[in-house]
């Protein structure tokens, strides 16, 4: 299993950006599916994006697709998520999280290894 450390949360006004980190370790990294989700006051956890293992296919839900962007340095163990144009709804806690080894990153379901979390807060 992979443990997942996440940085870079931290409170931004709307319309401008963050970058979110997660650091890696304890398996072969480069062999996961990786993926950003959040869960915001009162709701579910839910996928923002994932990326294949092989780094060559990515996935966004509709609410951040344009704004956000997934990607993954499988040299230094690390999976980011660029943030840009934030919105007040976009405020949650975000989570790093890792797939099955060789699992398809479009199935967010068999995400089972998840960092401990970093705070987003977007005001308006």
């Known amino acids: 299993q992979v443990q997942l450390v996440e940085s870079g949360g931290g409170l931004v006004q709307a319309g401008g950006s963050l970058r979110l980190s997660c650091a890696a370790s304890?398996?072969?990294?480069?062999?996961?599916?990786m993926g950003w989700f959040r869960q915001a006051p009162g709701k579910e956890r839910d996928v923002v994006a994932t990326?294949?293992?092989?780094?060559?296919?990515?996935y966004y839900t509709d609410s951040v697709k344009g704004r956000f962007t997934i990607s993954r340095d499988n040299a230094k163990n690390t999976v980011s998520l660029q943030m840009n144009s934030l919105k007040p709804e976009d405020t949650a806690i975000y989570y790093c999280a890792a797939g099955p080894p060789y699992g398809d990153y479009e199935n967010s379901r068999d995400f089972r290894s998840w960092g401990q979390g970093t705070p987003v807060t977007v005001s308006s």
């Open positions: 304890g398996r072969t990294f480069s062999n996961y599916p």
């Open positions: 990326i294949s293992w092989y780094g060559g296919n990515t």
